[in-house]
């Protein structure tokens, strides 16, 4: 009984310290996403003024909304990590078994959910691509403006062309689609059709404060030396994604690694008050 009562002991002060910086951590999301939806102003006057440099009359970006989501995000994450984090800290300082058996209980499903969605994104990659580029292709189809347009798809659409050398989802023809480009450029009496946006060439500086590119007609004949017309957007975020993976590995391990020794030290703590409470009833 004594190697366990050590080996218990150890478990108290680890979750009790763990589980306290976990309440906290929870606490602070709340309190976060509380200002966000009581006091969103704080947020909004400040925001609102940036948004207005690039947003039409015209454009149905509601503000209030998006911060009254994120909001939301933030109090419902920072809940659940203020429980969890509470029902071990509780179960450790105050050696209650519920608190401790709820606790692991818990811990183990967001482990297994994790597991899970880490299987499933590698194993069903193909059909994950297939969906999101479909998704993104929609959005270039239904809300793409052009190089000028101002509403929040667009800005951001052509940051993407911008920032990450690249156009379109696959390649620029997925641009064609967009219902909403206006293609024709008219100069002196003269008509023509853009292949792609001006986004799409190559560029020196960032946007939106990019410079204008050294060939004027590489959005009507974009080629290799003068547009980004076949590096497709979509490939390029993958890039960047990859480009983390080690940091997200060994993040994701020690995640898991700290979360089993969690759940194994409730279990030899639960077991250990549950021996305690028996050599009581026998005395």
């Not at 929609?138 to 667009?154: A, H, K, N």
Request: charged share 15%; hydrophobic share 45%; glycine share 8%.
């Amino acid at each position: 009984m004594e190697e366990l009562g050590t080996v218990a002991y150890c478990g108290r002060i680890w979750l009790a310290v763990f589980n306290t910086v976990f309440t906290i951590l929870g606490s602070a999301c709340f309190v976060l996403g509380s200002v966000l939806r009581f006091r969103s102003d704080i947020f909004t006057s400040y925001l609102s003024g940036l948004i207005s440099n690039v947003q039409t009359e015209e454009s149905v970006f509601n503000l209030s909304d998006f911060i009254e989501g994120i909001a939301f995000t933030f109090i419902v994450i920072g809940l659940f990590i203020f429980i969890v984090g509470g029902l071990g800290c509780l179960g450790a300082c105050w050696k209650l078994r519920t608190c401790l058996l709820v606790y692991a209980v818990v811990v183990v499903i967001v482990l297994v959910a994790q597991v899970v969605g880490v299987t499933l994104m590698c194993t069903l990659k193909s059909q994950f691509d297939i969906s999101l580029k479909t998704m993104l292709k929609r959005t270039l189809s239904s809300s793409y403006t052009g190089d000028i347009g101002t509403d929040p798809v667009t800005l951001g659409w052509n940051y993407l062309f911008v920032q990450l050398s690249c156009c379109g989802v696959d390649n620029y023809t997925d641009i064609y689609t967009a219902t909403h480009w206006n293609r024709t450029v008219s100069e002196g009496g003269l008509t023509v059709y853009l292949k792609t946006p001006f986004t799409c060439c190559k560029l020196e500086g960032e946007y939106p404060d990019m410079d204008w590119p050294l060939d004027p007609f590489c959005a009507l004949s974009p080629n290799a030396s003068n547009s980004n017309y076949n590096h497709g957007c979509y490939s390029a975020l993958e890039g960047v994604v990859l480009g983390y993976t080690t940091t997200m590995v060994v993040a994701g391990i020690i995640l898991a690694a700290v979360e089993i020794v969690s759940v194994v030290l409730a279990v030899l703590l639960f077991r250990d008050l549950h021996c305690e409470e028996e050599e009581v009833f026998k005395e």
